[in-house]
């Protein structure tokens, strides 16, 4: 399976199609109504960002102290206050150790009822198939759940069902499941890494991978999987 790390390729046609991606699992579940939006560190902050401001949303974005760009919140997640935002996003894959439950935890802490929690987490059975090319043995472990290694610098894999799981854990309704880069997978590194490519020719590659992405049967087999839940409002 070819590298999808998009911070590896960035500026050529795999992260483009990557970055495309993360846009196109959002905008379908976004509220008809105008509402605060949260957006947390990673890949196109800034440019999810001007593309919700555009949309009416009130956007924030959670930053390091060095950056000093408009709508930037300086402060430590848990310093935000409760119930303020109409949307949290985590952009790119929650990846550290506990980081899908950390972060889900925060999400419903700070979402208002009936909010929305947008994120993305790297997928155990693609890691398996990744790694059945070196070991079938240890694929084997990692596909039944045994073991559970890192990969394409992620140190938590799910499949559907586990991370539908945590979401329910900490009370979200799963609304629904993207499985994204399912054909880019597919694509050889020269492929990915090209930086000769044209608009129309993302742009129809996008038509693909979304057709793809809503594939259920296909679902588990995809690098990234992105959930959006909702948190209950008990007035509906």
């Known amino acids: 399976m070819a590298n999808l790390n998009p911070s590896k390729l960035e500026g050529t046609f795999g992260s483009e199609v990557v970055n495309r991606s993360l846009l196109y699992g959002v905008l379908g579940y976004l509220p008809e109504e105008t509402c605060n939006v949260l957006i947390l560190p990673g890949p196109k902050q800034g440019q999810m960002a001007l593309l919700l401001e555009s949309n009416g949303y009130q956007v924030s974005r959670l930053c390091d102290e060095n950056d000093d760009m408009p709508g930037c919140i300086n402060t430590n997640i848990d310093s935000l206050p409760e119930e303020s935002f109409g949307v ?33 987490v790297a997928s155990r059975f693609a890691a398996a198939i990744d790694l059945a090319q ?36 900490v009370e979200f309704e799963v609304v629904d499941f993207y499985g994204w880069e399912i054909a880019l997978s597919r694509l050889s590194d020269k492929q990915l890494g090209s930086y ?41």
Do not use: Y
């Open 196 to 236: 000769d490519w044209t608009e129309e020719q993302v742009e129809s590659f996008m038509e693909l991978e979304f057709r793809l992405a809503q594939e259920r049967s296909i679902l588990g087999i995809a690098p990234t999987i992105q959930f959006i839940c909702k948190k209950h409002n008990p007035e509906n």
């Open 88 to 120: 949290v996003i985590a952009p790119g894959w929650l990846a550290g150790e506990g980081e899908t439950e950390k972060i889900t935890r925060q999400a419903m802490r700070l979402l208002v009822d009936g909010g929305f929690f947008i994120g993305s």
């Open 134 to 169: 070196i070991s079938i043995d240890n694929a084997k472990l990692l596909a039944s759940g045994i073991e559970n290694k890192a990969w394409q610098e992620s140190n938590e894999l799910f499949t559907p069902n586990e991370v539908a799981l945590v979401l329910e854990a």
